[in-house]
């Protein structure tokens, strides 16, 4: 089968394998604090241009987003997302089972507004009884979506502004981030990422680790005791080394963004591809994520050869899927499933 439902189907980055195998005898300290976490941190501060931000490395996107979020919030509170958003439809209700509620806002592209977020806030407060509801606390946004589509710069400073407003907390979800970042219509770099939100995370699982994600805390009130979060959540890996030489590796020369781009290339590459044979899309994503109607019968046939993910039906006889590229995408693969699609028609 050539699978092409996730982004993270294969191990890792050749690279990363070697450095891992380059390193497997050296003995270090624990929980984070060795010389490789120490140089991962270093890359990924300066990639922000953040000299004072906090870095912090846990293994999934999930456990990420749950250790953040309940870092943040009181008892009372609850964060504002897409109403397809990852930690909304997509973690096994993981933000609820620590106490806190999602607070959705409708969406037609995976992203939400200033707007909504100030209309949503001011609904609270103007409440005459604000007390006997959630208080909206703090706001989640995914870099890309899970529809595949990006914030551009203006929509995250707008976010950003009235988050600033309002004094709730901007977490950027970068499970993805590479792809957002490369995307050739992006017009935001990482340095602004981080400027406009308070504490985001770097995505290594999907785009090349074997596994690991990098917290950036931006904000210095965010930052007091959350390794004890960490611990709490059972986040902090004694073999810390682990994911600070993956991160090390990813970010001393670019390697994070190489990744990148070439799943971006795969995945216009498909793009195109069905576009000449006058196939539409559900969104118009320029990341990993392709999202195309195809017909019913094409997609049972496809079965056979290729993975893909079920997004939802488009009518009687179509359906919208998900084809992901990833890091490790082989040219030949996409070209392949373009072929066999056109011959299926």
């Known amino acids: 089968m050539i699978r092409f439902e996730c982004d993270y189907t294969e191990g890792t980055h050749k690279r990363i394998l070697q450095r891992l195998l380059e390193t497997n005898d050296e003995q270090t300290g624990g929980y984070g604090v060795d010389e490789h976490c120490e140089k991962a941190r270093a890359y990924i501060k300066k990639a922000c241009d953040s000299p004072n931000a906090d870095v912090h490395f846990l293994v999934g996107g999930t456990q990420t987003n749950t250790t953040v979020i309940s ?53 609270h407060w103007s409440h005459a009884a604000p007390e006997y509801s959630v208080q909206p606390g703090m706001v989640f946004i995914s870099y890309p979506t899970e529809n595949g589509t990006i914030y551009t710069k203006s929509e995250l400073e707008a976010l950003s502004q009235v988050c600033r407003e309002c004094g709730l907390p901007l977490f950027i979800d970068g499970a993805r981030l590479g792809y957002g970042l490369v995307a050739v219509d992006n017009d935001a770099s990482l340095a602004d990422i981080a400027k406009l939100c308070d504490v985001f995370y770097i995505g290594g699982t999907k785009i090349g680790a074997l596994m690991g994600e990098a917290v950036v805390i931006i904000n210095d009130a965010l930052k007091k005791d959350f390794r004890y979060m960490i611990k709490q959540k059972g986040g902090l890996l004694a073999k810390g080394r682990m994911l600070g030489i993956q991160f090390e590796t990813l970010f001393e020369d670019g390697l994070y963004f190489e990744n990148s781009k070439h799943a971006i290339d795969m995945a216009m590459l498909l793009q195109n591809g069905l576009s000449e044979q006058g196939f539409s899309f559900q969104y118009h994503s320029t990341t990993n994520q392709q999202f195309p109607i195809l017909p019913d019968r094409i997609l049972k046939a496809l079965r056979e050869k290729y993975t893909y993910s079920f997004w939802e039906k488009a009518d009687d006889t179509h359906s919208v899927v998900r084809f992901c590229t990833s890091w490790a995408t082989k040219k030949e693969n996409v070209e392949m499933l373009i072929q066999d699609i056109q011959a299926l028609q």
């Open 71 to 123: 870092s943040i919030l009181r008892p009372h509170q609850g964060v504002i997302a897409s109403v397809s958003g990852h930690i909304a439809v997509l973690e096994t209700g993981a933000i609820e089972a620590t106490g806190h509620k999602v607070l959705t806002l409708p969406s037609d592209d995976g992203k939400i507004r200033a707007e909504q977020v100030k209309g949503l806030y001011d609904a």
